[in-house]
């Protein structure tokens, strides 16, 4: 069933607001695309909490996110957002076989998975650990959004360190930031919970934190 959304402007900030259960129509999936591919940052729902990001390619879009959000680059935990795992391999070091099992059984989930980041990212944002998250969300709007690019989305969950103070209301979200980002997708309000962290660097997966993915 086709959703009832609205949207406004508040100030020069997109605002789409979509209901719980709806599906994004062409024209939402134009609009967010496109404020993506010309240099944009946007607040959108996760399968955890609202996150902030740009397309991996939009340097500048990730300075901006870094100073909004008051984290050294070289020490951000920025996740790279993907649909599927169809393109994983380009952005990853090779990885053995059984964990690439483990991470598709996973997926798509409220799970994080630390890999080596390749070239192709490491030359995209400055990481001391040459280390990278990898996140598939069981968000099928996110999903859909992340399919219309032609690369994956950069982004860090939007907090202040502490997680009782996760940000999962996109109307507050929408009064803090309305003069900093370029659009928010508001899918009602997120349950705080956070991922559940895999690290994937090694021959084994190590739990890193445990958060609302069942391991």
């Given at each position: ?170 109307f507050e979200l929408s009064k803090q930031y309305e003069n900093d980002v370029d659009l928010i997708i508001d899918n009602g309000p997120s349950d705080g919970g956070v991922t559940t962290v895999l690290n994937c660097t090694n021959e084994d997966i190590e739990l890193i934190r445990q ?5």
């Amino acid at each position: 069933m086709l959703n009832t959304k609205t949207k406004k402007a508040l100030k020069e900030m997109e605002y789409i607001k979509i209901e719980e259960y709806g599906d994004l129509q062409y024209n939402d999936i134009q609009t967010i695309t496109d404020i993506l591919n010309n240099g944009g940052i946007v607040i959108f729902p996760t399968d955890s909490v609202y996150s902030l990001g740009c397309k991996m390619s939009n340097k500048k879009g990730i300075e901006r996110i870094i100073k909004l959000t008051g984290k050294v680059e070289k020490k951000s935990n920025l996740s790279l957002f993907f649909s599927d795992m169809k393109s994983l391999s380009s952005y990853t070091q090779n990885y053995n076989n059984t964990i690439f099992r483990s991470v598709k059984n996973l997926v798509p989930g409220p799970y994080t998975f630390i890999f080596k980041a390749s070239k192709q990212v490491t030359k995209s944002f400055e990481n001391t650990k040459k280390e990278v998250g990898i996140r598939i969300p069981a968000h099928d709007l996110l999903r859909q959004i992340i399919a219309a690019l032609d690369e994956p989305l950069i982004s860090t969950s939007l907090n202040s360190g502490d997680l009782e103070s996760l940000s999962n209301d996109p109307f507050e979200l929408s009064k803090q930031y309305e003069n900093d980002v370029d659009l928010i997708i508001d899918n009602g309000p997120s349950d705080g919970g956070v991922t559940t962290v895999l690290n994937c660097t090694n021959e084994d997966i190590e739990l890193i934190r445990q958060g609302k993915g069942e391991i």
